[in-house]
T-cell receptor, first 112, second 114 residues
Framework: EDKVVQSPLSLVVHEGDTVTLNCSYE??????LLWYKQEKKAPTFLFML????IEKKSGRLSSILDKKELFSILNITATQTGDSAVYLC????????????FGGGTRLMVKP | DVKVTQSSRYLVKRTGEKVFLECVQD?????MFWYRQDPGLGLRLIYF???????EKGDIPEGYSVSREKKERFSLILESASTNQTSMYLC?????????????FGPGTRLLVL
């Protein structure tokens, strides 16, 4: 059975802190790993990773994939209150429909 | 911009009622998905469709059915709603093969079954 596990379940930090969110996976037919940010409603896409060792960056957020150890991390530096959200990791599989298997999410709260 | 809309943001239904959740996307995407989201469980796939009239079961299809009569519309049906179907329901769409799994989500429907 395909499995995606995120840790920690939740995290409370202060503005300016750096956080690292973890995502490990056990799936067949791995194609890609995606990170989403979900505030009050629809998840919004952050990153898609397909190759090991290549860091993707967008402002204060960055992510990297390790296909040998089957995990990814999402880093957020100099956190702001607007970073408070649930962060979802999902793995894309090679099959019809571009199906995604999601992890349980990490709830991040950034205090002023 | 891709737009995925869902017919209701909030819905309250009684046990045993038939419930229809509608999802429409305007980007001519082949693939459409229905998830439910529960605290601590993340998003779990109920059904997906990769073409008109085609459907595939996801991880938790029991108690649900779907309909895709037109490319832009994917409906989720609860034939006889039960309290354990109280949840947030998210619809998503993606292009066939082009996005390597990138999905665009609707705003969600929060369903309460009493």
């Amino acid at each position: 059975e395909d499995k995606v596990v995120q840790s920690p379940l939740s995290l409370v930090v202060h503005e300016g802190d750096t956080v690292t969110l973890n995502c490990s996976y056990e799936v067949t037919n791995f194609r890609s790993l995606l990170w989403y940010k979900q505030e009050k409603k629809a998840p919004t896409f952050l990153f898609m990773l397909t190759s090991s060792g290549i860091e993707k960056k967008s402002g204060r957020l960055s992510s990297i994939l390790d296909k040998k150890e089957l995990f990814s991390i999402l880093n957020i530096t100099a956190t702001q209150t607007g970073d408070s959200a649930v962060y979802l990791c999902a793995v894309g599989l090679y099959n019809a429909g571009n199906m995604l298997t999601f992890g349980g999410g990490t709830r991040l709260m950034v205090k002023p | 911009d891709v737009k995925v809309t869902q017919s209701s943001r909030y819905l309250v239904k009684r046990t045993g009622e038939k419930v229809f959740l509608e999802c429409v996307q305007d980007m001519d995407h082949e693939n459409m998905f229905w998830y439910r989201q529960d605290p601590g469980l993340g998003l779990r796939l109920i059904y997906f469709s990769y073409d008109v009239k085609m459907k595939e079961k996801g991880d938790i299809p029991e108690g649900y059915s779907v309909s895709r009569e037109k490319k832009e519309r994917f409906s989720l049906i609860l034939e006889s709603a039960s309290t354990n179907q109280t949840s947030m329901y998210l619809c998503a769409s993606s292009p066939h093969g082009g996005g390597v799994g990138t999905q665009y989500f609707g705003p969600g429907t929060r369903l309460l079954v009493l």
